[in-house]
């Protein structure tokens, strides 16, 4: 079993930026993925950045390309989100998740975390 916990979400300006934090234990993962969701009020929960745990392989979804940089620690089994340039449309819980990836639309994340509200007021 792994265990993923979420941290960083908070309440920010339009234009500001936050970094959200995903520590994993309970299991190595060399061979696995790390991704962020978001769900807004009322929507689906969708995958915006993902990061190969093994060779760093990033994958973006074009809403957040550019703005967005997802990276991870190692040695703490850790991934980052850092979310810059946020929009009021960015307002989401954002969740941690682990499992693999082949593309931003093909993909298998079996483990979840607890979420973290982000917050972007205009």
């Known amino acids: 079993q792994v265990q993923l916990v979420e941290s960083g979400g908070g309440l920010v300006q339009a234009g500001g930026s936050l970094r959200l934090s995903c520590t994993a234990s309970?299991?190595?993962?060399?061979?696995?993925?790390m991704g962020w969701f978001r769900q807004p009020p009322g929507k689906e929960r969708d995958l915006m950045a993902a990061?190969?745990?093994?060779?760093?392989?990033?994958f973006y979804d074009d809403s957040v390309k550019g703005r967005f940089t997802i990276s991870r620690a190692n040695d703490k089994n850790t991934v980052y989100l850092q979310m810059n340039s946020l929009e009021p449309e960015d307002t989401a819980v954002y969740y941690c998740?682990?499992?693999?990836?082949?593309?931003?639309?093909?993909?298998?994340?079996?483990?979840w975390g607890q979420g973290t509200q982000v917050t972007v007021s205009s």
């Open positions: 990061i190969n745990w093994s060779d760093g392989t990033t």
């Open positions: 309970g299991r190595t993962f060399s061979g696995e993925a």
């Open positions: 998740a682990a499992g693999t990836i082949e593309s931003i639309h093909d993909w298998d994340f079996e483990a």
